[in-house]
């Protein structure tokens, strides 16, 4: 499986406190071995057709799509800020 970022979640996972940091990469390992692990919380984002979301924490999420064999990384902040957000398409 081939993982890409977007230039979006790139930007934010660099301001986002290293402890968050540190889980996303446990919780990034869970989500390889089983994307839909009931630990990871994974639903789809109301309103979006193939945008999914997935817990880090009770506050922070990450959201993804899948293009075949392909996962897209697309955005990672609070629940909040993914929530409201309507410009999730970014370049990779």
Same mark, same amino acid.
């Given at each position: ?5 977007? $230039?979006?979640?790139? $930007?934010? #996972?660099? &301001? =986002? *406190? ?6 996303? @990469?446990? &919780?990034?390992? /869970?989500?390889?071995?089983? *994307? #839909?692990? *009931? /630990? ?11 945008i999914w979301? @997935? ?6 999420r990450?959201?993804f799509? $899948?293009?075949?064999? @392909?996962?897209? =990384? ?5 629940h909040?800020?993914? /929530?409201?957000?309507?410009?999730? @398409?970014?370049?990779?």
């Open positions: 499986m081939k993982i890409l970022r977007t $230039r979006s979640f790139e $930007r934010e #996972f660099i &301001k =986002l *406190p290293s402890a968050i940091r540190e889980r996303f @990469v446990q &919780k990034l390992g /869970s989500f390889l071995s089983d *994307p #839909f692990h *009931p /630990s990871l919380r994974s639903k789809k984002m109301q309103g979006r057709i193939d979301e @997935v817990s880090i924490t009770m506050n922070y990450f959201t799509d $899948r293009d075949g064999g @392909v996962i897209h =990384l697309r955005r990672i902040s609070i909040d800020i993914l /929530s409201w957000s309507t410009s999730d @398409v970014d370049h990779i």
